[in-house]
């Protein structure tokens, strides 16, 4: 059973689309994240929240929107994407927001054509 | 502020090679450090970590020792192994800091034959 996942994996589509990625974990952890990784592998940090509450929104682009159904589910909806978006996208679990590590979901590759 | 500073990349050893990977890190409270592991078209995976000070973490023959004098958790190998090529992130979790990990800029290791 993998214990953080995201889909898809890929996707490949053009500018202006609107596209969402969905992430499940099911390690019982209160606390979930989204990450963006660019082609330089830098992580930023995007969202984080914690038993369905928002507690992290960095400067993202409101494009960008999360949605949190339950605390084991972390969605992610981007609309009218961009050159730009193009990037890997990680979603992440914890157990609380001050304890233990972050594991991490494959991830999924975006390309905006 | 909270921050991790990573010592860059591109590291490129013949196998056998000792590995250092140079962290370190800027807190306010009593971090906890972390090595994550990014294998090519993989997530993250956590590799070792520390929670107080003199801890040493290890796994897979990699070992961080958590050196608060020096704000330092420097990862080491003794003998890298091809199958060790991958990006490698230092990180850091600071107790109420609302949900925050911090990453630093990952360095990437590439050990050949």
């Known amino acids: 059973d993998t214990a953080v996942s995201q889909t898809p994996k890929y996707l490949v589509t053009q500018m202006g689309n609107d596209k969402s990625i969905k992430c499940e974990q099911n390690?019982?952890?209160?606390?979930m994240y989204w990450y963006k990784q660019d082609s330089k592998k830098f992580l930023k940090i995007m969202f984080s929240y914690n038993n369905k509450e928002l507690i992290i929104n960095e400067t993202v682009p409101n494009r960008f929107s999360p949605k949190s159904p339950d605390k084991a589910h972390l969605n992610l909806h981007i609309n009218s994407l961009e050159l730009g978006d193009s990037a890997v996208y990680f979603c992440?679990?914890?157990?609380?927001?001050?304890?233990?590590?972050?594991?991490f979901g494959e991830g999924s590759r975006l390309t905006v054509l | 502020g909270n921050s991790v500073t990573q010592m860059e990349g591109p590291v490129t050893l013949s196998e056998e090679a000792f590995l250092t990977i140079n962290c370190t890190y800027t807190?306010?409270?009593?971090?906890?450090l972390f090595w994550y592991v990014q294998y090519p078209g993989e997530g993250l995976q956590l590799l070792l970590k520390a929670t107080k000070a003199d801890d040493k973490g290890s796994n897979k023959g990699f070992e961080a020792t958590y050196r608060k004098e020096t704000t330092s958790f420097h990862l080491e190998k003794g003998s890298v192994q091809v199958s060790d090529s991958a990006v490698y992130f230092c990180?850091?979790?600071?107790?109420?800091?609302?949900?925050?990990?911090?990453f630093g800029t990952g360095t990437s290791l590439t050990v050949i034959p």
């Open positions: 390690l019982g952890h209160d606390t």
């Open positions: 992440a679990s914890r157990q609380t927001a001050n304890t233990g590590e972050l594991f």
């Open positions: 807190a306010t409270g009593y971090p906890s």
């Open positions: 990180a850091l979790s600071v107790p109420n800091t609302g949900n925050q990990f911090y």
